[in-house]
């Protein structure tokens, strides 16, 4: 696996890549359609506004950031985390697996160190 910063071409032996992306990035799209499905199943129509109860800029550096790991160049996983009141602490949000099946449901955050 690869871990990239930005936008590049790095890639694994597995084509697996982890990139830092901000929420307006075209790649994220799948992670909130899939999301927005997912809640409205779940919790009902009322839970879709937790997608936008946050700024972008929560999930941006420097308290956050928003991950995606690709397979190809393919969004198959991702999640970010915002900054909590209390120092040293973050809060998760927005984890997601594709609905596909795929290898790569494995965790998107084990084994991955962020600057």
Do not use: Q
């Not at 359609?33 to 919790?43: D, H, N, P, Q, T």
Request: glycine letters at 14%; proline letters at 9%.
């Amino acid at each position: 696996m690869t871990y990239v910063t930005g936008p590049g071409t790095g890639s694994s032996p597995d084509g697996l890549t982890v990139r830092r992306v901000r929420a307006g990035d075209p790649l994220v799209r799948p992670l909130l359609r899939e999301l927005a499905r997912e809640y409205a199943a779940r919790y009902g129509g009322e839970a879709l506004a937790e997608l936008s109860r946050y700024p972008a800029s929560e999930f941006a550096p420097p308290r956050g950031t928003l991950l995606l790991l690709l397979d190809g160049g393919v969004p198959v996983a991702g999640g970010a985390f915002r900054g909590h009141e209390t120092a040293g602490t973050a809060e998760l949000k927005r984890i997601w697996t594709h609905s596909a099946p795929h290898p790569a449901r494995i965790s998107l955050i084990s084994g991955i160190s962020i600057d």
